[in-house]
């Protein structure tokens, strides 16, 4: 058997695409966990020295660096009858620009809602709420009459985003707000619902009272009263 491993942190979304991203396409791996906020293993310095972060998959003793490019190369590695990458050039590019867009907003706003207080707490949930309208406008325009973001095959926009469900309900008991999924997002409510069905997301994602339990921690280390 081909060796494969991945270094992962059980709370990062960025992680859990990789391991969803596995499980997809019925690959056996070897997981290790990095506690990457008390000690980063000498393999995960090793096999990310310019980042030095998770997620590292390892494969025939190559790392691959960074989730999105970790994504891609499982699907041209272990390529299946479904791709996670649509065919159609103008469809791979949208998939590939809101994978960016969660990247830099949705986790921006929720890290931000995490560690802030006050007016930069306000302003994250502000952020929160718009960035998802955002992706509300967009599954709209790529659902093509399928459950999923770019119709009837869960792929690779559905794998960048699901691990961030669980940290919605994180942000509202931290924020102290209520995120309308069901009045102003409701493809994004029913998108979530179907997602956490498939077996892939159940075993990888951890349910939203550990990332509730883990933020609540953060805050108390690190944001002064």
Not at 90 to 117: C, E, N, P, Q, T
Request: aromatic share 12%; net charge negative; hydrophobic share 45%.
């Amino acid at each position: 058997m081909e060796e494969v491993m991945v270094l992962s942190f059980w709370p990062s979304p960025f992680a859990m695409r990789v391991q969803i991203g596995l499980e997809e396409k019925g690959v056996r791996y070897e997981y290790q966990e990095e506690n990457v906020m008390v000690n980063k293993s000498d393999l995960l310095l090793r096999t990310n020295p310019v980042f030095k972060k998770v997620p590292v998959l390892i494969h025939k003793g190559n790392p691959i660096c960074e989730s999105l490019i970790i994504l891609q190369y499982i699907d041209e590695a272990w390529p299946t009858s479904q791709p996670f990458l649509p065919s159609d050039l103008y469809d791979h590019a949208l998939a590939r620009f809101w994978a960016d867009f969660i990247d830099k907003k949705i986790f921006d706003a929720g890290s931000r809602i995490v560690r802030s207080k006050w007016d930069a707490l306000e302003e994250a949930k502000r952020d929160m709420v718009e960035n998802l309208e955002h992706l509300e406008g967009a599954l709209k325009q790529m659902l093509k009459g399928g459950p999923y973001f770019g119709g009837e095959e869960f792929g690779f926009l559905d794998i960048a985003l699901i691990p961030f469900a669980p940290w919605f309900h994180t942000h509202e008991i931290i924020g102290n707000f209520k995120l309308p999924f069901e009045t102003r997002f409701p493809l994004l409510h029913a998108w979530v619902t179907k997602c956490m069905e498939r077996e892939s997301v159940q075993k990888i994602v951890p349910t939203p009272e550990r990332f509730l339990e883990l933020a609540l921690q953060l805050r108390k280390k690190f944001v002064v009263d």
